[in-house]
C-alpha cells in the first residue's frame, strides 16, 4: 500500500509509527500534570484556585480556538515540520512554565496549548496518509498511547516533586519532546528528500480507495451533515471526559466520604482502563460491524458512569472501569469516522480541524457547568444528568454520522 503523498519512495511507515506513539506521550502529560502540584502552586506562587484552574482549562480551550489556526499552519508548512514545531512549542512551554512565577506559568501554559493543538490536529492527517488502509488500529495505538502518557506524568511527577521540587518536577517533563524530535527530525529529512526525487516522476496511485470522491473544498466540507454529526459526537464525547475527569474525585470524596489522596487514587481507574476501550476499539470496527458498533457499544458503555454513581454510587469502582473503557473507545471511535470520511490530506487536516474546534471549546465548559450544577444544587445529580446527556449526544450523532461508510 503506497503513499498518497510520498509515493513508494516516502519513508518507511514503522519509523512514522514509532515516531507518531512517541508524539502522543507528549501530547496530554504537559498539562494535566498540574493537578499534581495545585498545593505547591498555591503556597508558593499564591495562586488562587481560579488560576490553578485556567492552567488545566486554558490549554484545553486552545485545543478548540486555534485549530483552524494550526490547519492552516500544517498546510504551510507540511506534516513532519508541523510535528517538530509542536514538539519545539512543548518544550518551550514546558520550560517557561517551570521558571516560577504567575506570568510564566501562564504564557508556558499557553504556548503548551498552542503546540499541543498543532500535534491534535496534524496527527489524524498522519494516520490518513500513512495507514488509511489501518485507520481504525492505529488511531486505538495511538489513542492508547495518549493515555500512557497522562498515566506516565501523573504517577512520576509526586516522587519527583518531593525529591527535587516542584519546579524541576513539572521542567523534567520537557524530555518527552526531545526524545520524540530524535525520530522526527530524520523522517522530515526524508520526507524533503522524497519530495525532490519526485518531483519530475509521474504521480503515484495513493492508498486511498480507487473511487474516492474528489478533494472537497472547505465550504463544502461545511456543508456536510456528517461533519456536524461528527463535531457534535465529539463535543459529547470531550464535554463529558473533561468535567468527569475534572470532579471525579470530589464527587467521589463526597459521596463515598474518600479522602483527596484516595479519591484521586481511585479515580484513576477510570484513565488506566482508556487502554483497554482504544485497543478494543480497532477490533470492533474492524470485525465486528464496522463504527456504527463501536459508537453504539462505547455509548452504553459511557452511560454506565452517570446512571451508576446515580443510583449504585457504592460500586463507583465497577463504573469507573466500564466508563474508562468507552471513553477511550469513543475516542478512537470518532477519529477514526474523521480519517474514512476525507478523501485527500487536505480534507482530513480541514476535517480535522472542524470537529476538534467545535469539540473542545464545548469541553472547556463540561468542568464548569458540572461544578455549577453541583453548586447550585448542593448535589451531583444534575451534574450526572448533564454528563449523560452528552454521552447520548455522543452515541446518538456519532453513530448518524457512520451512515454510507463501508465496514
Known amino acids: 500500500m503506497s503513499n498518497p503523498a510520498g509515493g513508494n519512495a516516502a519513508p518507511s511507515r514503522r519509523p512514522v509509527l514509532v515516531g507518531l506513539l512517541l508524539f502522543a506521550l507528549t501530547l496530554r502529560g504537559p498539562f494535566v500534570v498540574v493537578s499534581t502540584v495545585t498545593d505547591e502552586l498555591n503556597s508558593q506562587l499564591g495562586m488562587s484556585a481560579t488560576t490553578i484552574g485556567l492552567l488545566t482549562s486554558l490549554p484545553v480551550l486552545c485545543f478548540g480556538l486555534a485549530a483552524p489556526g494550526a490547519s492552516v499552519l500544517i498546510a504551510r508548512l507540511g506534516v513532519e515540520r508541523s510535528v517538530l514545531a509542536s514538539l519545539l512549542g512543548t518544550f518551550v512551554g514546558v520550560l517557561i512554565r517551570s521558571v516560577g512565577g504567575v506570568p510564566g506559568a501562564l504564557i508556558g501554559t499557553l504556548i503548551i496549548g498552542l503546540a499541543i493543538t498543532v500535534g491534535n490536529v496534524v496527527s489524524p492527517v498522519i494516520i490518513g496518509r500513512d495507514f488509511y488502509g489501518r485507520a481504525a488500529t492505529v488511531t486505538g495505538v495511538y489513542t492508547g498511547a495518549l493515555n500512557v502518557g497522562t498515566m506516565l506524568t501523573l504517577t512520576a511527577t509526586g516522587p519527583l516533586v ?193 470537529v476538534q474546534t467545535g469539540g473542545y471549546v464545548v469541553a472547556s465548559l463540561g468542568p464548569v457547568i458540572l461544578g455549577a450544577l453541583n453548586e447550585s444544587t448542593g448535589a451531583w445529580d444534575a451534574s450526572l444528568l448533564a454528563a449523560l446527556l452528552a454521552i447520548c449526544a455522543l452515541t446518538t450523532l456519532g453513530s448518524l454520522s457512520t451512515r454510507g461508510l463501508r465496514r
Open 162 to 354: 518531593t525529591r527535587f521540587g516542584w519546579q524541576i518536577a513539572l521542567a523534567a517533563w520537557a524530555v518527552l519532546p526531545v526524545i520524540a524530535a530524535v525520530v522526527w527530525v530524520p523522517l522530515a529529512q526524508r520526507r524533503a528528500a522524497a519530495r525532490a526525487r519526485q518531483k519530475a516522476a509521474p504521480p503515484a496511485h495513493g492508498n486511498r480507495p480507487a473511487d474516492s470522491p474528489p478533494p472537497a473544498r472547505l465550504t463544502t466540507l461545511l456543508r456536510r451533515p456528517s461533519t456536524w454529526l461528527l463535531t457534535g459526537a465529539f463535543a459529547g464525547q470531550a464535554f463529558a471526559y473533561y468535567g468527569l475527569t475534572a470532579w471525579l474525585p470530589t464527587l467521589l470524596a463526597d459521596e463515598q466520604g474518600m479522602n483527596r489522596d484516595q479519591a484521586s487514587a481511585s479515580s484513576s481507574i477510570f484513565q488506566i482502563c482508556a487502554l483497554i476501550g482504544a485497543l478494543g476499539a480497532p477490533i470492533i470496527i474492524n470485525r465486528l460491524g464496522g463504527p456504527l458498533s463501536a459508537f453504539l457499544i462505547f455509548g452504553a458503555l459511557w452511560s454506565t458512569m452517570p446512571l451508576g454513581l446515580l443510583f449504585a454510587s457504592d460500586l463507583w469502582a465497577l463504573w469507573s472501569a466500564l466508563s474508562g473503557v468507552a471513553q477511550g473507545g469513543g475516542f478512537v471511535a470518532v477519529f477514526t469516522v474523521v480519517v474514512l470520511r476525507a478523501a485527500t490530506q487536505r480534507e482530513n487536516r480541514q476535517l480535522s480541524a472542524i
